[in-house]
């Protein structure tokens, strides 16, 4: 199924990279369901034919597009008119002279179309004898918002380009407020430009169209009653994308947001009332947060062409974030010389796709044996929410623990792991190829049951600092790599304790097959060499390519620097359920912050330049109209 809803549409939409299909098949049984109402389409198609045999000359068509628009779109949906239905008819037409006239250039000139009767006239609603001189169309027209019609005259427009450019998304998908098709600008060969001022309105729209998915899985089962009720899901998120901002606390960002804004917003003791406490009704834990930030983030990814393609490539990685207040239990000290620090633990699990690189899942952690439950707990919601097909999972070596490999098997999962520089993974790399890279199969680990015991290696004459291993993460005793010292008579006496346990560590109990000989007598150097671990049949596989493959890994890197330095404010409580909170809130950012980008071009027509910063996805975040998002299918863009 993965994240796309079967009951909207009967097969996967087509799906073509620059938005158009280069091998259109008039016969393709996939229709999608158009984005204005069809009735309405067939009432205004009784007065004037459109998308059929009829003929008209360029501009006369290009009006009707642009006003057939207006009517089945902007018009039912706009802020502007309350009831566009409940109009008298003479205002309705006016206002759809008012859009007209904007496109034909003057009173004068609208007159002389409209006293011509014919398709444009009907089209606009006007029949002989319906006062077509331009004093009185100037008259009706001058009560109306000059800005709106000059607004709803351009993205009519645009609309209309999309039923006039042959090739492309058509008219049936065109949003209300599209852009010039990407298409129209292959066709014209005219530069793509636009403002920051465009760009961010259109930011700001879709968001909130993005919020209006998300938001019904991040209620958090708030009482209805309660004096904090009055601010939407949405309120509550423009105040936590306002503390990424201002990388702020929440008290002095709520009073400086609402100083800011002509909104009401919530306090931050509304915010903190948002978010439920540990052992109150409800029975809130982390587990729970985390749940409801996947469930979000599979119902954003509902959106059409927002999923990545299947299969879903994966990373799992850990990561900290310093904390200098009290001591507690979900904090860990560093295992350097100077043991001041203490951090608190997130594990963080991500697609790896190019241009779609999500976060699915992000947790705090308190202890070692969590870092496989939480992988399974993550995998295990992803599967109940959405059900998509996973391909691989990329992991480095603080990852290196048999709970986690259980766990990517259980979950039929393939799985790649940077070895540590350490034991036989040193052997390997000693005697390994110096030109190309090599393979080890069938390493055994005879603490693992039958069916899990067997692993492969893949041995690749390359330095790890090429791969993208980087020591970012503080050594702590959830994130370290253990070290268990092999000697002829087993484990050294130096490693007790918690660490001991017989299930922590892969490389406590591997064993070698006899290394043939080779006419290579290996480089010699260790530092020369990365390993990779992986249950992958190495034996028919390009082993350079899945070397390469594995450095989208960084894409979890990448997406965690962002998650903790651009989408996060500052969060001083060391109440784990708001951290949890604070956690989530920036992976929804991060995700749409992701999805803008991705959807943004079809907007505002294609650039391979095009790029929204982080920071601007979270100014579009706190300017949004949120109520707005709710209207219509977000399904469909």
């Given at each position: ?235 509550i998120y423009r105040l936590l994308a306002h503390l990424a901002i201002e990388q702020c606390a929440a008290k002095n960002g709520a009073e400086l947001l609402a100083w800011q804004s002509d909104r009401d917003t919530p306090s931050s003791s509304t915010l903190f009332e948002y978010i439920p406490n540990a052992g109150t009704d409800g029975n809130y834990e982390v587990e729970d947060i985390e749940a409801k930030f996947i469930n979000a983030t599979c119902r954003l990814l509902e959106r059409e062409t927002l999923a990545p393609s299947e299969p879903i490539h994966l990373a799992y990685d850990l990561t900290t974030v310093g904390w200098y207040g009290k001591e507690n239990r979900w904090v860990t000290g560093s295992i350097n010389d100077d043991n001041t620090t203490e951090f608190w633990h997130y594990a963080v699990l991500s697609t790896v796709s190019p241009g779609r690189n999500y976060i699915l899942g992000a947790t705090p952690l308190k202890e070692r044996s969590e870092k496989g439950e939480a992988l399974d707990r993550m995998l295990q919601q992803l599967r109940e929410n959405a059900d998509p097909e996973f391909g691989r999972i ?244």
């Amino acid at each position: 199924m993965g994240f796309e809803r079967d009951d909207l549409y009967g097969g996967d939409p087509p799906q073509y990279p620059d938005g158009v299909d280069p091998h259109p098949d008039p016969i393709d049984p996939y229709t999608p369901t158009p984005t204005y109402d069809v009735d309405r389409w067939e009432e205004k198609n009784q007065r004037v034919e459109l998308g059929g045999d009829a003929e008209y000359d360029e501009d006369t068509e290009k009006m009707l597009w642009t006003l057939r628009h207006f009517d089945l779109r902007i018009a039912p949906d706009c802020d502007e008119i309350d009831d566009w239905d409940a109009l008298d008819r003479r205002t309705q037409r006016m206002y759809r002279a008012g859009v007209l006239k904007e496109f034909v250039g003057g009173y004068r000139e609208l007159q002389e179309i409209l006293e011509k009767g014919g398709p444009v006239a009907r089209e606009a609603g006007f029949t002989p004898g319906d006062g077509t001189h331009y004093s009185t169309l100037s008259t009706a027209i001058s009560e109306f918002d000059a800005d709106f019609l000059s607004e709803a005259a351009e993205y009519s427009h645009n609309a209309a380009l999309y039923a006039l450019t042959p090739q492309g998304s058509s008219f049936d998908r065109a949003p209300t407020y599209p852009s010039k098709p990407r298409a129209y600008y292959r066709e014209t060969d005219e530069d793509w430009t636009v403002n920051i001022d465009r760009k961010m309105s259109e930011a700001s729209r879709v968001v909130a169209e993005y919020m209006a998915l998300a938001a019904p899985s991040l209620r958090f089962d708030r009482d209805r009653l309660s004096p904090n009720y009055q601010y939407s899901i949405g309120d509550i998120y423009r105040l936590l994308a306002h503390l990424a901002i201002e990388q702020c606390a929440a008290k002095n960002g709520a009073e400086l947001l609402a100083w800011q804004s002509d909104r009401d917003t919530p306090s931050s003791s509304t915010l903190f009332e948002y978010i439920p406490n540990a052992g109150t009704d409800g029975n809130y834990e982390v587990e729970d947060i985390e749940a409801k930030f996947i469930n979000a983030t599979c119902r954003l990814l509902e959106r059409e062409t927002l999923a990545p393609s299947e299969p879903i490539h994966l990373a799992y990685d850990l990561t900290t974030v310093g904390w200098y207040g009290k001591e507690n239990r979900w904090v860990t000290g560093s295992i350097n010389d100077d043991n001041t620090t203490e951090f608190w633990h997130y594990a963080v699990l991500s697609t790896v796709s190019p241009g779609r690189n999500y976060i699915l899942g992000a947790t705090p952690l308190k202890e070692r044996s969590e870092k496989g439950e939480a992988l399974d707990r993550m995998l295990q919601q992803l599967r109940e929410n959405a059900d998509p097909e996973f391909g691989r999972i990329y992991m480095d070596s603080q990852l290196f623990e048999a709970d986690i490999v259980t766990t990517c098997r259980e979950h039929g999962l393939n799985w790649m792991i940077q070895a540590p520089d350490k034991g036989m993974y040193t052997e390997l790399a000693e005697n390994a190829s110096s030109e190309e890279p090599t393979k080890q199969e069938d390493i055994t680990f005879t603490d693992f049951d039958a069916s899990h015991r067997t692993f492969n290696a893949i041995i690749w004459p390359i330095p790890d600092k090429e791969v993208g291993q980087e020591e970012t993460t503080p050594a702590t005793d959830l994130t370290r790599y253990h070290d268990r010292t092999e000697t002829s008579t087993g484990i050294s006496s130096s490693e007790t304790g918690p660490d001991s346990n017989a299930q922590s560590r892969l490389d406590r109990h591997g064993n070698l097959p006899p290394v043939a000989e080779t006419t290579d007598a290996g480089s010699g150097e260790s530092d020369a060499h990365t390993i990779w671990i992986t249950d992958m049949d190495v034996g028919e596989r390009d082993l350079e390519g899945l070397g390469y493959q594995y450095r989208h890994r960084w894409k979890i890197e990448t997406a965690i620097r962002q998650l903790k330095h651009t989408f996060q404010g500052q969060c001083r409580s060391s109440d784990r359920l708001r951290r949890a909170v604070y956690f989530g809130a920036a992976q929804l950012f991060f995700n749409f912050w992701v999805a803008l980008n991705h959807e943004l071009p079809y907007r505002l027509g294609d650039s391979s330049n095009f790029r929204l910063t982080g920071l601007e996805t979270l100014h579009a975040l706190r300017e949004a109209d949120f109520e707005a998002g709710k209207q219509g299918n977000n399904i469909f863009i």
